[in-house]
């Protein structure tokens, strides 16, 4: 069973990075989902994605029927169960929803 990093800033992506390179035991997919389609988190998504099992790189522009809809044609292609869900901004109604579309362990 794998587990579930979801990150939406590129410090967020360098602790994740750090996460999945010190726990070689277990596999780990990305979510990264930012407001802001810049370079910098492109960069830091295209860094840790590759050390992920599956990635996705998500852009919204605060509109959540669109992040909804995407939501789900996404989660569609990631596991049923994680072991574990990473997630750093606790505060974000988008990081809310997936945490309550996702299942996981701990």
């Given at each position: 069973?794998?587990?579930?990093?979801?990150?939406?800033?590129?410090?967020?992506?360098?602790?994740?990075?750090?996460?999945?390179?010190?726990?070689?035991?277990?596999?780990?997919?990305?979510?990264?989902i930012?407001?802001?389609?810049?370079?910098?988190?492109?960069?830091?998504?295209?860094?840790?994605?590759?050390?992920a099992?599956?990635?996705?790189?998500?852009?919204?522009?605060?509109?959540?029927?669109?992040?909804?809809?995407?939501?789900?044609?996404?989660?569609?292609?990631?596991?049923?169960?994680?072991?574990?869900?990473?997630?750093?901004?606790?505060?974000?109604?988008?990081?809310?929803?997936?945490?309550?579309?996702?299942?996981?362990?701990?």
């Amino acid at each position: 069973m794998s587990n579930i990093i979801v990150c939406m800033t590129p410090l967020q992506a360098l602790i994740a990075e750090k996460i999945i390179e010190n726990d070689s035991k277990n596999s780990y997919d990305l979510l990264y989902i930012t407001y802001y389609s810049q370079e910098k988190n492109k960069y830091y998504y295209d860094r840790i994605s590759k050390k992920a099992k599956k990635a996705k790189f998500l852009y919204v522009k605060k509109d959540f029927l669109v992040f909804f809809i995407n939501t789900f044609t996404l989660l569609k292609n990631y596991d049923l169960l994680y072991n574990e869900l990473y997630i750093a901004t606790i505060h974000d109604k988008y990081c809310h929803f997936l945490s309550s579309k996702i299942n996981y362990k701990k």
